[in-house]
């Protein structure tokens, strides 16, 4: 699968285990932050408390009010019991922040092992990025977490201008990730007439064996659709294994966000605004059957197989 700049040499479970590791001792520091500053508290708190009780019994003012049927002071042993309770107080309050602390570490690991273990790369090219990255992120509520316009270096030193789609496995399948990119370009176009101006070809690029089978098998779902009315498809299915991302700037990213009005113009300007409604929309027709006639077609639908594909439920 691909990988991002500059941790080709380290492996992710590696990676995953170090960031664990540095997550642990910041809840191990402030465990004994917390401690270190009750024990620096408590035995002032109990000094305090001590010198407060242990009065002498044989004060004048003590004795006077004895004779008016006021309580004497505190004998030495009943003193040594009224501290004694603040004591195991103290010492409660020192345990009791460390286990909550050690809770809160273990939740965090188990939290990052479950993100880490259901979160999943996808990678595509399909002309203008800037243009392609709104079609992943308008089904974040299915469950992509994160999309990024960058470059994909090949192992044979090419690059590629891509977007990378990181999603949740446990909300949405690739097979639905592969559907919004087959809903944002023309795959008919070659990589000689490019995507409305931007030269290149259309490329799912699969990190794995079962990424591939599941686009070519969406590749060809899609052309017996005839979706696009007898052009075939040109959208190549390219392997990503040893591959690197390097994502642009951010200032590049969710470019279409930053620049609402640019982005209009520009889906208007290169035709794809058009080319998109003009292929999806329904067609009507003046053909008759029997007595009945005027026809509405929808060219992408559940019966022609083009709706699965789009939906990702495809069997």
Same mark, same amino acid.
């Given at each position: %699968?691909?990988?991002?700049?500059?941790?080709?040499?380290?492996?992710?479970?590696?990676?995953?285990?170090?960031?664990?590791?540095?997550?642990?001792?910041?809840?191990?520091?402030?465990?004994?932050?917390?401690?270190?500053?009750?024990?620096?508290?408590?035995?002032?708190?109990?000094?305090?408390?001590?010198?407060?009780?242990?009065?002498?019994?044989? +004060?004048?003012?003590?004795?006077?009010?004895?004779?008016?049927?006021?309580?004497?002071?505190?004998?030495?042993?009943?003193?040594?019991?009224?501290? +004694?309770?603040?004591?195991?107080?103290?010492? =409660?309050?020192?345990?009791?922040?460390?286990?909550?602390?050690?809770?809160?570490?273990? +939740?965090?690991?188990? !939290?990052?092992?479950?993100?880490?273990?259901?979160?999943?790369?996808?990678?595509?090219?399909?002309?203008?990025?800037?243009?392609?990255?709104?079609?992943?992120?308008?089904?974040?509520?299915?469950?992509?977490?994160?999309?990024?316009?960058?470059?994909?270096?090949?192992?044979?030193?090419?690059?590629?201008?891509?977007?990378?789609?990181?999603?949740?496995?446990?909300?949405?399948?690739?097979?639905?990730?592969?559907? =919004?990119?087959?809903?944002?370009?023309?795959?008919?176009?070659?990589?000689?007439?490019?995507?409305? $101006?931007?030269?290149?070809?259309?490329?799912?690029?699969? $990190?794995?064996?079962?990424?591939?089978?599941?686009?070519?098998?969406?590749?060809?779902?899609?052309?017996?659709?005839?979706?696009?009315?007898? @052009?075939?498809? =040109?959208?190549?299915?390219?392997?990503?294994?040893? %591959?690197?991302?390097?994502? !642009?700037?951010?200032?590049?990213?969710?470019?279409?966000?930053?620049?609402?009005?640019?982005?209009? @113009?520009?889906?208007?300007?290169?035709?794809?605004?058009?080319?998109?409604?003009?292929?999806?929309?329904?067609?009507?027709?003046?053909?008759?059957?029997?007595?009945?006639?005027?026809?509405?077609?929808?060219?992408?639908?559940?019966?022609?197989?083009?709706? $699965?594909?789009?939906?990702?439920?495809?069997?």
């Amino acid at each position: %699968a691909a990988k991002r700049q500059g941790s080709e040499d380290i492996d992710p479970a590696t990676l995953l285990a170090m960031s664990l590791m540095t997550e642990r001792m910041r809840w191990l520091c402030v465990c004994l932050m917390i401690v270190t500053c009750t024990g620096r508290i408590a035995p002032r708190a109990v000094g305090l408390r001590g010198r407060t009780l242990q009065r002498p019994s044989a +004060a004048p003012s003590l004795q006077a009010g004895s004779q008016f049927g006021m309580k004497s002071a505190p004998s030495a042993a009943a003193s040594q019991r009224v501290v +004694a309770m603040p004591r195991r107080s103290l010492i =409660a309050a020192c345990i009791l922040p460390l286990f909550a602390c050690l809770q809160i570490a273990v +939740a965090d690991d188990e !939290s990052a092992l479950s993100s880490s273990s259901t979160s999943a790369l996808a990678y595509f090219s399909g002309g203008d990025l800037r243009l392609l990255q709104p079609v992943f992120d308008d089904i974040r509520y299915l469950g992509v977490r994160e999309t990024k316009v960058g470059e994909l270096q090949l192992v044979d030193g090419s690059t590629m201008p891509v977007v990378e789609v990181r999603y949740d496995t446990r909300k949405v399948g690739y097979k639905r990730i592969l559907g =919004a990119f087959w809903r944002g370009v023309d795959p008919t176009r070659t990589a000689q007439q490019g995507q409305f $101006g931007t030269p290149g070809p259309t490329v799912i690029w699969s $990190g794995s064996d079962e990424e591939r089978l599941l686009a070519q098998e969406s590749l060809r779902r899609l052309d017996a659709s005839g979706i696009y009315r007898g @052009k075939p498809i =040109a959208t190549l299915v390219r392997d990503a294994a040893g %591959a690197r991302f390097s994502a !642009s700037p951010p200032a590049e990213q969710q470019w279409y966000l930053s620049n609402p009005e640019a982005y209009k @113009k520009l889906m208007d300007k290169t035709g794809r605004k058009k080319w998109l409604e003009d292929t999806f929309k329904p067609i009507k027709t003046t053909a008759c059957e029997g007595s009945v006639c005027g026809f509405v077609y929808f060219p992408c639908t559940v019966e022609n197989g083009c709706s $699965g594909v789009m939906q990702g439920n495809w069997p």
